[in-house]
């Protein structure tokens, strides 16, 4: 029914934080101590920024009893993206293990009814369009009889067999459209006006007439050869296409192997650094300063407990009502924590691609290992085939750059800025600088704050508000600038760029989009104008994605808080709201605060405010999302082999309408 979303990954990931919120807070909200202490809206909203990891509370977390905290600590680790995708991994690991079953009996009845029938007797197939396997059969079965040249029509569709195995397609089925809703199931970026989803028929292939132009893109289209015995070529974002259906059946072997290797290594690193965060944390806290948790009443070592977990799923919640001020002057917590908060979100892929690289360069020249080397080797360089967080070699070092670069802005600005602020002299200056780096990582995406919020400058919030914000841009965009179906999911094609035009490329991407922009020049070539194009509207379909909602949550949070407007316009001032709404958004969790109280600064607004904020952070949560058209996270079918097909038999036509020069980028 067009009223019902999509079974998809984001239909199923909204549901997953929309219903164990619900539950765990109405657990949450029975639990108090005394009954009935805690509002149910409070309740409601605790549960939903533990899961979201946005870290805002609208009541002290010390408050709190110890099954109380629990819940948020479960919700903690039940929200994080990486558990997520470990999910994933697993699911698809399964996905794989029952299609190759199916592949398996399929293959051992046909082998049954061809022993049954007399030798030279030919089977008349007629393919059904609902089904998805007919097509399949009909491409083995104009394999298997090669020189016949026949054709098959069922309503609309007709397959032709035009010498070998090359199928073209007429009358494609028609697809269904999407329809336009609050929370879109197709993901950011995702054009919904265009019928852009795999369809269960064959593809269009390469017809003979075209086989010319192959050796003309033997600078671009890669071999397969290195991962298994194949005539196919790989081209732009780690598509596979010319692929024979035992081609293929070798393909899904190998991602299979590369699925399983991950669902491994993913959930060792995912539980050795929230294990050791713990340990290390909560056994320092214990041993150093006990004194300070027992003075909110609470364990010393839950307390550091909790502090890892909330650094490592990057959500900012503290037990301690004075968060990380309390812990400025060491340097141990600060830097630990500060890794953990790396190691949970903008620098995972990075070193999970580190630690991939380095069991592959330790691994000997031995026959044994030949497997695995294959593997890793398929998983370093088409990582985004297997896993949503793992990218190419060129991806991963400008995602490190960008991270860089946007902390060391942070980190900058804060030491600069905090001259004359009388509130951070006062602290020696060595932890002056080392809490300006603490800060620096946590304001983008941990949550935490060493120093209070609303004693920083107004030009250092502004930046906050800005950094908060485009806190997941880095691997968001590379996440979807990486997506094996990137040109199906915006409907965009880029051209294929023959032998001649690959000597003529700058090696920096950025120099040349300088020289192109600031300079005027025109010498731009054709992959990197392609690259930057697909960058350039990812960032737009982002910024679409997100202001609206910012914006109408401003205001109407700014409409809701007039009366308390009225009475203390300082500290519900029109800039404090925006924080707080970006903060939220960006599922951060700082925020300026109200005077005289320990929680957040939207633990003092309305009801109806808490619950658009609520909603506000579900909506953030769900940004740093693959779109749902993602090699990633969809199971393994047919439909994702012809879409391959389909994408390499569109670029090519363009390529040769167009010419790979001057082809319009963009064209559908």
């Known amino acids: 029914m067009a009223v019902l979303p999509p079974f998809n990954f984001l239909t199923l ?163 269904h459209h999407h329809h336009h809703r609050v929370f879109p199931m197709a993901g950011v970026g995702a054009r919904l006006d265009l019928n852009n989803h795999p369809r269960d028929v064959a593809p269009t292939l390469l017809l003979n007439e075209e086989s010319d132009e192959i050796p003309r893109l033997k600078g671009v289209l890669r071999d397969t050869q290195k991962y298994f015995a194949s005539k196919g070529f790989i081209s732009r974002n780690s598509q596979f296409h010319g692929l024979t259906l035992e081609e293929r059946e070798k393909l899904g072997g190998v991602e299979y192997k590369a699925v399983s290797f991950l669902s491994v290594i993913v959930l060792l690193y995912w539980a050795m650094f929230l294990i050791i965060g713990i340990v290390g944390v909560g056994g320092w806290l214990e041993a150093n300063h006990p004194e300070i948790p027992r003075a909110n009443g609470l364990s010393p070592f839950w307390t550091g407990a909790f502090f890892a977990v909330s650094a490592f799923v990057n959500c900012g919640m503290s037990l301690l009502d004075a968060n990380m001020t309390a812990l400025q002057t060491n340097a141990y917590p600060l830097l630990t924590m500060g890794l953990l908060v790396l190691a949970g979100n903008t620098l995972y892929p990075c070193i999970l691609r580190f630690i991939i690289w380095t069991m592959r ?56 800025l905090a001259i004359g602020n009388k509130d951070i002299e006062t602290l020696p200056a060595g932890y002056r600088i080392l809490d300006g780096l603490f800060q620096a990582l946590a304001v983008r995406s941990g949550g935490f704050y060493v120093v209070t919020i609303s004693e920083l400058r107004q030009g250092l919030l502004v930046l906050y508000v800005l950094m908060m914000y485009v806190s997941a841009f880095p691997v968001l965009v590379t996440m979807r600038n990486t997506n094996v179906y990137e040109e199906r999911s915006l409907g965009i094609y880029a051209s294929d760029e023959p032998l001649d035009a690959l000597g003529s490329q700058s090696p920096n991407i950025f120099v040349s989009l300088i020289r192109h922009h600031l300079l005027g020049r025109q010498d731009v070539s054709t992959t990197e104008s392609s690259r930057s194009y697909f960058v350039h509207q990812q960032i737009r379909s ?86 749902a058209i993602d090699q990633a996270v969809m199971l393994p079918n047919e439909s994702l082999a012809w879409a391959e097909e389909e994408d390499a038999v569109l670029r090519r036509e363009q390529t040769r309408t167009y010419g790979s020069e001057k082809m319009p980028v963009g064209t559908v």
């Open 13 to 175: 990931h909204y549901a997953y934080f929309i219903a164990t919120p619900l539950i765990c807070s109405i657990i949450f909200w029975g639990s108090a101590t005394p009954s009935r202490s805690v509002d149910y809206a409070d309740a409601l909203f605790m549960c939903v920024s533990a899961m979201t990891g946005a870290g805002l509370n609208t009541v002290d977390l010390s408050s709190l009893n110890m099954f109380q905290q629990s819940i948020l600590f479960t919700l903690l680790i039940l929200g994080h993206a990486i558990l997520i995708s470990i999910t994933v991994l697993f699911v698809r690991k399964r996905a794989f293990q029952l299609k190759f079953k199916t592949v398996s009996d399929r293959s051992a009845a046909r082998n049954f009814l061809g022993q049954s029938n007399p030798e030279g007797e030919t089977k008349t197939h007629t393919s059904q369009p609902g089904d998805p396997h007919s097509a399949a059969d009909a491409k083995a079965f104009a394999t298997e009889n090669a020189p016949l040249e026949s054709s098959n029509a069922v309503g609309d569709d007709h397959i032709r067999w035009v010498d070998d195995d090359q199928v073209t397609v007429g009358h494609m089925q028609p697809r």
């Open 361 to 416: 360069r330790l691994m000997t020249n031995r026959l044994s290992w030949e497997t695995w080397k294959v593997t890793l080797d398929f998983i370093l360089d088409h990582p985004r085939r297997v896993y949503t967080n793992l990218f190419p070699v060129r991806h991963t070092w400008y995602l490190l750059g960008t991270i860089i670069i946007l902390n060391g802005i942070d980190w900058a600005c804060f030491e600069i």
């Open 542 to 627: 982002q910024l679409s994605h997100d202001i609206w909602w910012i914006a109408l949550a401003v205001l109407f949070i700014a409409i809701a808080e007039s009366p308390h407007y009225s009475e203390n316009p300082v500290a519900y001032s029109t800039f404090n709201i925006i924080f707080e709404v970006v903060s939220a958004y960006g599922c951060v969790g700082i925020s300026v605060g109200f005077p005289g109280k320990n929680y957040s600064f939207c633990g003092s607004w309305h009801t109806i405010s808490k619950l658009i904020l609520a909603a506000v952070t579900l909506r953030g949560r769900h940004r740093g999302l693959p779109v």
